[in-house]
Nanobody, 129 residues
Framework: QVQLVESGGGLVQAGGSLRLSCAASGRSFSSYTMGWFRQAPGKEREFVAAISASGGSTNYADSVKGRFTISRDNDKNTVYLQMSRLKPEDTAVYYC??????????????????????WGQGTQVTVSS
């Protein structure tokens, strides 16, 4: 089991920046693919970004590419999402997720937002225009 706790959300003006953190407890954090997702009011949850277990590979949704950066610190059991040039359409609850990656197929799926096993409670990000 992995417990995930997000922090760092808040209210920011358009064009501003925020950094989200996700602290993980439990074993084997360094073996998990980690992802960030978001859900805006009235919309389905969508994939934002993913990072491989080693941190060597990342993937982003087109809507955030070039503005958001995902990173991780395996010594601190933490994954981050640095968000820059924020837009009002980035307003959503942001969720951290972990995938207990075992096979190559699972890893490839997790890198595009599929098959995550554990989820945090979410943190609200509101971008004002």
């Amino acid at each position: 089991q992995v417990q995930l706790v997000e922090s760092g959300g808040g209210l920011v003006q358009a064009g501003g920046s925020l950094r989200l953190s996700c602290a993980a407890s439990g074993r084997s954090f360094s073996s998990y693919t980690m992802g960030w997702f978001r859900q805006a009011p009235g919309k389905e949850r969508e994939f934002v970004a993913a990072i491989s277990a080693s941190g060597g590979s990342t993937n982003y949704a087109d809507s955030v590419k070039g503005r958001f950066t995902i990173s991780r610190d395996n010594d601190k059991n933490t994954v981050y999402l640095q968000m820059s040039r924020l837009k009002p359409e980035d307003t959503a609850v942001y969720y951290c997720a972990a995938d207990e990656t075992i096979t190559t197929t699972q890893r490839m799926g997790a890198m595009i937002g599929r098959g995550y096993d554990y989820w945090g409670q979410g943190t609200q990000v509101t971008v004002s225009s």
